[in-house]
C-alpha cells in the first residue's frame, strides 16, 4: 500500500533546517569525468571532513540522478562518531531525502539495504522502499519547512549539482563545504551549470559569503568552509 504523507510533516513550520552544501570537487570545479558517470573524488581527508559532516546532519538531501548514479548514498564509517549520535539520542546515520519527480526505484540496489531512514519527496508516494513520503511542494522554501516540521533541523546537501543549483537560485543554502581534489578533470559537469535562472543578485556582491576556515587534509586535498551573510 503506497505512503501516504506523514501527519508531523503536514502543517510546515515557519522556519527551514540550516542546510550545507557538501561537495569534493576537482581544481577546475567538475564533479564528474567529462564522459559522465559517478565519480570517485577525494581520498581520506575528504572522508574524514564528510564523516563530519554527515555526523552533524540530522538528515542528507540528493537528487534522483545522484543516486541513480551511484545506487547508494554516504554513510558515517567513523564509529566514534556514530557512537556520539547514539549517545544524543539519535539515529546512527542521518536520513537519506531523495528529491525525484517520479517514485520508482529499483529495490535491489544497495541504498535500499543500508542502514538508515529514507524518505522520498515527490509528487506521488512510492509504492515501496521508502519510510516516508513528503508531497513535493511548489518551492524550495516551502520544501525545506516541510522537512524542518518533520524534525530536520539540520541538512546536508549531498548533489548533485543541479539540485545545488536549484538550492542555491532559491537562496536557500547557508554553507559550503567545498573539498578541493587536486584532479582535472574538464567536460560540462560542473558543481554549479550554467543555467537560464540567475543567481539572487545578492548572493553574488561582495559580502555574501564569509570564510568558515580552511584545511590542509593532506595528498594535495583542502577543505574550503564558505557561510551565507544574509542582510535582514
Not at 49 to 56: K, N, R
Not at 79 to 94: C, E, I, K, Y
Not at 96 to 113: E, I, K, N, T
Request: charged share 20%; proline share 8%; hydrophobic share 40%.
Amino acid at each position: 500500500m503506497p505512503l501516504q504523507p506523514s501527519d508531523d510533516c503536514a502543517a510546515p513550520a515557519l522556519e527551514r533546517p540550516e542546510t550545507r552544501l557538501v561537495l569534493a570537487i576537482s581544481l577546475d570545479g567538475r564533479l564528474a569525468p567529462a564522459e559522465g558517470g559517478a565519480a570517485q573524488l577525494g581520498g581520506k581527508g575528504d572522508r574524514r571532513v564528510l564523516d563530519t559532516a554527515l555526523a552533524w546532519a540530522d538528515a542528507c538531501l540528493m537528487g534522483a540522478g545522484t543516486l541513480r548514479a551511484h545506487q547508494s548514498t554516504c554513510l558515517i564509517r567513523d564509529r566514534a562518531l556514530l557512537q556520539q549520535r547514539v549517545d544524543q539520542g539519535r539515529s546512527a546515520q542521518p536520513t537519506a531525502v531523495v528529491v525525484s519527480r517520479s517514485d520508482g526505484f529499483p529495490l535491489q540496489w544497495q541504498f535500499f539495504r543500508q542502514p538508515l531512514e529514507r524518505w522520498l519527496l515527490a509528487p506521488k508516494a512510492p509504492a515501496e522502499g521508502f519510510d516516508r513520503w513528503i508531497p513535493l511542494g511548489h518551492s524550495w522554501p516551502e520544501r525545506l519547512e516541510t522537512l524542518y516540521a518533520c524534525g530536520v533541523r539540520r541538512l546536508a546537501l549531498l548533489g548533485g549539482a543541479s539540485l545545488a543549483a536549484e538550492l542555491l537560485q532559491a537562496d536557500c543554502v547557508d554553507a559550503l563545504q567545498l573539498t578541493l581534489v587536486p584532479t582535472l578533470l574538464g567536460g560540462p559537469h560542473t558543481w554549479l551549470p550554467i543555467d537560464p535562472n540567475p543567481l539572487p543578485l545578492s548572493m553574488l556582491g561582495a559580502g555574501a559569503w564569509s570564510c568558515d576556515g580552511l584545511e590542509d587534509l593532506g595528498e594535495g586535498e583542502i577543505v574550503l568552509r564558505y557561510r551565507r551573510q544574509r542582510v535582514h
